[in-house]
Antibody
Framework: EVQLVESGGGLVQPGGSLRLSCAAS????????MSWVRQAPGKGLEWVSA????????YYADSVKGRFTISRDNSKNTLYLQMNSLRAEDTAVYYC????????????????WGQGTLVTVSS | EIVMTQSPATLSVSPGERATLSCRAS??????LAWYQQKPGQAPRLLIY???TRATGIPARFSGSGSGTEFTLTISSLQSEDFAVYYC????????FGGGTKVEIK
């Protein structure tokens, strides 16, 4: 059974940093691209970033480019999102999502999702 | 830049009735369209990909159709567990979600 468990969310001041983690199990982690998708309170879904199975290719939404960094440790079956220079508009639940194997990493859809971790940016 | 528009924003349906949800892309996305269901406090769940292929474990009452710019998700006979918010997402290029349709009990 595929399981994705996010952690690392919390309250941070504007301009601050936070690192999210997503522990994966139930599939061969290194064989699949992964992604982060966020949802502001009461709002819709917004794709944030994606990374290839090897970690060699990464992609970002314009709204986070230059501030967020996606990475993965395939030896630990863990996906990360380093978030710097956080803004109030980054407040959201952040979901880790698995990308199906045959999908182009730069244009994915998502077949499994974690339960999410809440990031609140406020002074 | 592609814009994904879902309609209606809210759909009121009685259990057992048919629900038809629409998703429109501002330019062609071919068949690179997925549908998700999200219940309150839960993560989204993949229902449909490739515009019309049901994901693993999704009941046959869910069906998707369309290509290019016009897409439809049909729930043939609404069950109590189907009342939720539904999102479409294009993946022809950068992933982009529609604003969602809330299916509520009439």
């Amino acid at each position: 059974e595929v399981q994705l468990v996010e952690s690392g969310g919390g309250l941070v001041q504007p301009g601050g940093s936070l690192r999210l983690s997503c522990a994966a199990s139930g599939f061969t982690f290194s064989s699949y691209a992964m992604s982060w998708v966020r949802q502001a309170p009461g709002k819709g879904l917004e794709w944030v970033s994606a990374i290839s199975g090897s970690g060699g290719s990464t992609y970002y939404a314009d709204s986070v480019k230059g501030r967020f960094t996606i990475s993965r440790d395939n030896s630990k079956n863990t996906l990360y999102l380093q978030m710097n220079s956080l803004r109030a508009e980054d407040t959201a639940v952040y979901y880790c999502a698995k990308v199906p194997g045959v999908v182009v990493v730069a244009a994915p859809y998502f077949d499994y999702w974690g339960q999410g971790t809440l990031v609140t940016v406020s002074s | 830049e592609i814009v994904m528009t879902q309609s209606p924003a809210t759909l009121s349906v009685s259990p057992g009735e048919r629900a038809t949800l629409s998703c429109r892309a501002s330019q062609s996305v071919s068949s690179n369209l997925a549908w998700y269901q999200q219940k309150p406090g839960q993560a989204p769940r993949l229902l449909i990909y490739g515009a019309s292929t049901r994901a693993t474990g999704i009941p046959a009452r869910f069906s998707g159709s369309g290509s290019g710019t016009e897409f439809t998700l049909t729930i043939s006979s609404l069950q109590s567990e189907d009342f939720a918010v539904y999102y479409c997402q294009q993946y022809n290029n950068w992933p982009l979600f529609g604003g969602g349709t809330k299916v509520e009990i009439k």
